[in-house]
């Protein structure tokens, strides 16, 4: 089985696992990070995004192979302390209802905001198109990540 060196949460981590095996699965089966979660496993709800070089993306459908020297960050390594302003924001809101979808709610927020620092409601929208909540809580979220924004500006 070949052996990958993977840069997660600014760790080296090693880990011997077939090469199409998806990146959600190294990172909770081997790397034993369990914040980021499995939804649908074709890469349609977003509950297991993560970022890629600070680029959003579905770690279930990505196989660890692609990974290459990429930096991968998870909910935990968001911010040391969970104090991220997306984090902050989605407790000022109380935004999450069950949570399961709320790492990947956070974690594709937080690649919209580094790369649109003041998005409008309509690239908030286009952008958390994929992020899927069961429970309804978009106009929590959509207030959340105006405040975080304001609050990186």
């Known amino acids: 089985m070949p052996s990958y060196s993977l840069r997660v949460n600014g760790k080296v981590h090693q880990v011997e696992v077939a090469e199409d095996t998806p990146v959600l699965w190294v990172l909770r ?4 990070l369990l914040g980021t979660k499995y939804g649908c496993g074709i890469g349609q709800c977003g509950a297991c995004t993560i970022h890629l070089d600070g680029l959003a993306m579905r770690s279930c459908s ?5 990974v290459g020297s990429q930096e991968l960050t998870t909910i935990e390594g968001l911010s040391e302390k969970g104090n991220h302003p997306v984090q902050q924001a989605w407790i000022e809101h109380d935004v999450p209802q069950c949570g399961y979808c709320q790492a990947g709610q956070i974690m594709n927020a937080a690649a919209l905001l580094a790369d649109t620092p003041n998005p409008s409601d309509q690239e908030i929208a286009a952008r958390m198109n994929g992020n899927i909540c069961r429970c309804g809580t978009y106009t929590r979220i959509q207030k959340a990540i105006k405040t975080a924004a304001e609050k990186m500006s």
Do not use: F, N
């Not at 089966?29 to 034993?32: A, G, N, Q, S, V």
């Not at 990505?62 to 692609?66: E, F, H, L, T």
């Open 29 to 32: 089966d081997h790397i034993k």
């Open 62 to 66: 990505v196989p660890v192979s692609a």
